[in-house]
């Protein structure tokens, strides 16, 4: 079972992206997803969760600019980002608590330039 990412890259200040976020291997009946990030020389922050029936919760600093989804039948979560700041710079992780185990992407990075 591993988490891989995509979707990061380079944008302007005030540009959109989009992370996936896909469930590989035999894993099923997920309920939490979360988007984490990491900045140079900070810790790990939660950035936003879903929960299986589709509830959402964002760290302040992105409400409104970031919206968090998913689909269960292709086991994959989504992070919209939109209006990005060059503060957004940071390696984004996917993490996935499943059957005991805490599940984390490899990390994409996103940067925004000024």
């Known amino acids: 079972v591993q988490l891989v990412e995509s979707g990061g890259g380079l944008v302007q200040a005030g540009g959109s992206l989009r992370l996936s976020c896909a469930a590989s291997g035999t894993i099923f009946g997920i309920n939490v997803m979360r988007w984490y990030r990491q900045a140079p020389g900070k810790q790990r922050e939660l950035v936003a969760g879903?929960?299986?029936?589709?509830?959402?919760d964002y760290t302040d600093s992105v409400k409104g600019r970031f919206i968090i989804s998913r689909d269960n039948g292709k086991k994959t979560v989504y992070l919209q980002m939109n209006s990005l700041k060059p503060e957004d710079t940071a390696v984004y992780y996917c993490n996935v608590p499943w059957a005991g185990l805490d599940l984390w992407g490899q990390g994409t990075q996103v940067t925004v330039s000024s």
């Open positions: 879903i929960t299986g029936t589709g509830s959402t």
